[in-house]
């Protein structure tokens, strides 16, 4: 069994975001670049399956700039087989899906492993596009994945509003995972040096034959308003009352 | 000049981060309160890859450069001195020697099971009347027949008496030379040898998660083949030790430092007095400041040490001077650390009291700060 699992260089979610002076994005140098969180429990999903099943090649891919590779060697640090970097040039969700859909082409996987969602545009797109794309069966925000006897079906566990939701559906299929899928492992010392020596494919997106073209154009991009002090109130009534009038929660 | 990590070492730094800050920053606290060594611990550094960082794959061993060794011991001192010292000791002085000096026989004998972290050595190069003068060490072995018959004792030895410590590497007087200066040969002493006792050594001020050992060999008999290299080259086998040893002791420095300086500034702009984050008054921003100046500078010192040291140029200069200043940064940052946290700094409740009683062994430990003025001065024809 092959096992495709993307990754996404995204800023370390505990550096300090700045909105850049024209409103365009955010000001990227200086930052540190982590693998998004929610990949990492992917990858660290994929390679679950791997050690129970044997049989099994992890795939990492990101489509990105050619500094994702970094995030991808974190990927083989960590244990997957070999991994794939589409340099193109911040294409936005759609084109991320149709990309992958070549890869899926070409690669053949039973599973797509996604994290659910990049915690820098936090879109939570590609895996639902990437399924619908193919034709295959779903499952978004899934918290376990259990595979059947025969390995041509899995249940999956999804976190949806108030409650849990089981499902079931046969292989191939696309999976993002959520938070409580598992805890990923770091990558060990002897893992960082094997990664060295596994083989990462470049591949330029304009060869792939896909339409870039960005569905999506950013129009602003502004800083959450600062919080202004509280207010201190005099008695209960006044509470009520500003809450009732002023904050209209009431 | 280029200043970039290789990924490797940028993947190492943050992985070793994560482990320290999940697996070891909960229980260190605890550890150093109770002065215990924590085999769960040691299990998991040595199954994450901690030990035989630098040795080759022969011999179980990461082959990683010792600049990765050093990145991986700053980011455990970063949150530990003791689990730090449990590392730094095990690869450059328990490891080190056997990997650099051993015959093939002992490594393919030693290294494997001390790289899996299944097994400590020791380095028993201090003794109650030799600490900065070492070459007056009083143990002593003779050759009798096919063995030495080891007599002596040493003390302050890290990783000796732990329930997986397998042996220790023992300086000792093996002649007299014919000018009358003593010959000094390295000797492989291990565990279960009758006449071998190793005792933990109790009530540290610091480093108390860590373990440190009195030895006492009394007609300890060992195979003469358990003579480290060349006989008479133990003095200059234990100071080219040293010369890689301190740089992890720097390392400790570096890293310790660096945890002083973060929970320093994160205390500082969280803590409010006079109606605003303490770190606002510039009395205290200045001590931040400062302590992130020399912090970059130390670090800066410290890496050029080892890419010295990597590209095969002598590094025993910079070596000292790295030791040196690193301990002593971590001292005035330590310092201020605690200031910043005023009464709290001084409650075990806070982890900048560990850091500053975990510091002051830097300056100690692995040749004083005085040892590496004196190996400073001779390096630069002064002394």
């Not at chain 1, 034959?209 to 569905?215: I, S, W």
Request: proline residues 4%; glycine residues 8%.
């Amino acid at each position: 069994m092959k096992i495709l699992v993307t990754v996404k260089r995204v800023p370390d979610p505990e550096s300090s975001i700045k909105v850049n002076p024209e409103g365009t994005g955010i000001v990227e140098s200086g930052l540190k670049w982590v693998v998004n969180p929610f990949d990492e429990i992917a990858i660290e999903e994929a390679l679950r399956i791997k050690e129970a099943q044997g049989d099994v090649e992890v795939v990492v891919v990101s489509v990105g700039v050619s500094e994702s590779q970094e995030q991808l060697r974190t990927g083989l640090a960590m244990g997957a087989d070999r991994a794939i970097l589409v340099k193109a040039d911040r294409p936005d969700t759609a084109a991320v899906a149709k990309i992958l859909v070549k890869l899926v082409e070409k690669e053949q996987p039973t599973l797509v492993i996604l994290g659910k969602q990049a915690i820098d545009d936090d879109s939570n797109e590609v895996g639902q596009m990437l399924a619908h794309l193919l034709g295959w069966p779903q499952a978004t925000f899934i918290s376990k994945l259990t595979f059947a006897g025969d390995k041509a079906s899995v249940e999956c566990i999804r976190e949806v509003d108030g409650g849990m939701e089981t499902i079931a559906f046969a292989l191939p299929a696309i999976i993002t995972a959520d938070l409580r899928l598992n805890e990923p492992r770091y990558a060990s010392l002897p893992g960082i040096m094997k990664a060295r020596k596994k083989p990462m494919e470049e591949i330029d997106a304009a060869s792939l034959g896909v339409d870039l073209t960005p569905r999506v154009r950013i129009k602003k991009m502004a800083p959450p308003p600062a919080r202004t002090a509280g207010r201190k109130v005099e008695s209960v009534d006044e509470l009520i009352n500003a809450l009732q009038t002023e904050a209209k929660v009431m | 000049m280029d200043f970039n990590l290789s990924i490797e070492q940028q993947i190492l730094r943050e992985s070793v981060r994560g482990f320290a800050e999940n697996e070891i920053k909960p229980v260190a606290a605890d550890l150093d309160k109770n002065e215990e060594f924590s085999y769960d611990t040691m299990r998991k550094m040595a199954t994450f890859g901690l030990f035989g960082m630098f040795v080759s794959e022969k011999y179980g061993g990461q082959a990683m450069d010792y600049l990765s060794y050093i990145i991986a011991t700053e980011e455990i001192a970063r949150v530990d001195g003791s689990h730090a010292a449990t590392v730094a000791a095990e690869n450059s002085l328990g490891i080190g020697p056997i990997y650099y000096f051993g015959s093939e026989e002992q490594k393919h004998k030693f290294l494997p099971s001390l790289c899996r972290g299944d097994a400590l050595w020791g380095f028993g190069l201090t003794e109650p009347n030799a600490g900065s003068d070492a070459g007056s060490a009083r143990t002593h072995a003779v050759l009798d027949g096919d063995e030495w018959v080891i007599n002596g004792g040493k003390i302050f030895i890290t990783n000796a008496s732990t329930d997986i410590s397998a042996g220790v590497t023992v300086l000792c007087r093996t002649g007299t030379l014919a000018d009358g200066r003593p010959e000094l040969s390295c000797i492989l002493l291990e565990t279960g040898t009758i006449g071998y006792t190793s005792n933990v050594m109790h009530d540290k001020m610091m480093w108390r998660g860590s373990n440190t050992s009195e030895l006492v060999f009394e007609d300890c008999r060992v195979p003469k083949a358990n003579l480290l290299g060349v006989r008479g080259q133990g003095f200059q086998q234990m100071m080219q030790t040293l010369d890689g040893g301190r740089l992890s002791i720097a390392a400790m420095g570096l890293g310790g430092a660096q945890g002083c300086f973060d929970l320093a500034l994160g205390y500082s702009k969280q803590r409010e007095q006079f109606g605003r984050p303490i770190a606002q008054f510039q009395v205290n921003a200045f001590k931040l400041a400062d302590m992130a100046l020399e912090i970059e500078c130390a670090r800066l010192l410290l890496y050029k040490a080892c890419w010295l040291r990597d590209n095969k140029m002598p590094f025993s200069k910079q070596a000292a001077m790295a030791k040196l200043n690193c301990s002593e940064v971590m001292y005035r940052c330590a310092n201020h650390a605690v200031q910043l946290h005023g009464g709290y700094g001084l409650m075990k409740d806070y982890d900048v009291e560990r850091f500053y009683r975990d510091q002051k062994l830097l300056e100690i430990g692995e040749g004083t700060s005085e040892v590496q003025r004196m190996v400073i001065a001779r390096h630069i024809g002064a002394l």
